[in-house]
């Protein structure tokens, strides 16, 4: 049986991240949620306190459906469409500025990680408000 209120990835958040404290690609998505609107991140210990899940396995097995057997955080999904971790995420926003032949973009990828989040959260930026004159034309 499935709560309808537990926390699953809806389509109105652009996006939406669960993680857990102590890893530190859950802090940097986190980070990232933090800074582009209609994102969300879920803390999936909070989530346990809360009574949503019994435990790590309890959140999986609820999430299966979503995610097809992951095993790893942060889970990462775009609307409500599960991308992967950390690593897809950034491949994804690589592989959108290659298709989409963006300049001064992450065409080389930065040894220093502030730069290249400051980057993703500029490209992500400019999506969205790209999405938001779409909207209105």
Do not use: Q, W
């Amino acid at each position: 049986m499935t709560n309808r209120n537990f926390p699953y990835p809806l389509k109105t958040n652009k996006l939406t991240i669960y993680g857990i404290k102590g890893c530190p690609y859950c802090a940097k998505m986190k980070d990232i949620a933090e800074n582009i609107r209609g994102s969300v991140y879920h803390d999936i210990d909070e989530l346990i306190k809360k009574g949503f899940a019994k435990s790590f396995a309890d959140f999986k097995r609820k999430m299966n459906p979503f995610i097809n057997n992951y095993d790893m955080v942060p889970m990462v999904f775009i609307e409500d469409k599960f991308i992967g971790g950390h690593d897809e995420f950034v491949k994804g926003i690589k592989n959108y500025v290659k298709t989409n032949n963006k300049k001064n973009s992450l065409s080389v990828v930065s040894n220093d990680i502030k730069k290249e989040e400051k980057e993703l959260l500029r490209l992500l930026d400019g999506l969205s408000k790209r999405n938001r004159s779409r909207k209105t034309a």
